[in-house]
């Protein structure tokens, strides 16, 4: 799910299924959780990201009736910070990978919108960035991309 819309960690943990429209395949980013307490997302303001077909699928295919919250317990209560952060270690260990953290999905996020031609401002609405200057924090280019955008150069006018 991070990586494929950009969510911060606390957006995550509190992403109801009322936030999420899975017939036009859009969520709504309406809250965030911060160290237990529910409020508004970072910024002050709601945004709408639109799914890949991938990440709809895994959606659809979570839904649950334990509670309102798509990511919880089997009871329906609340995952936590140190919930999410364990699980993911176990999984970066499982598969032999660094051991890294869930904001360094976010940075992915970004990074392959941007190395897929997608404009700054674009990427800037679906992560919430207040400021274009915080987008450009996020966005790293892989080995190779200064050549790949060097070769438009020659490129044939169409």
Known sequence: MVHSAGLRTGEILALQWEDIDLTTGTLTVMRTDWRGHIGSPKGGRARKIPLTPRA????KALRH????????????????????????????????????????????????????????????????HQSIAATNRYMHLAPGELRNAIALLDRSAV
């Open 56 to 59: 709809l699928a895994a959606l």
């Open 65 to 128: 009736l334990r509670g309102k919250l798509v990511f919880c317990w089997g009871d329906g209560k609340r995952w936590t910070f140190v919930t999410m952060r364990a699980g993911l270690k176990r999984q970066e260990k499982r598969a032999g990978l660094r051991i890294t953290g869930w904001h360094i999905l976010r940075h992915t996020f970004c990074s392959h919108l941007a190395m897929r031609g997608a404009p700054s401002r674009a990427i800037q609405e679906l992560t919430g």
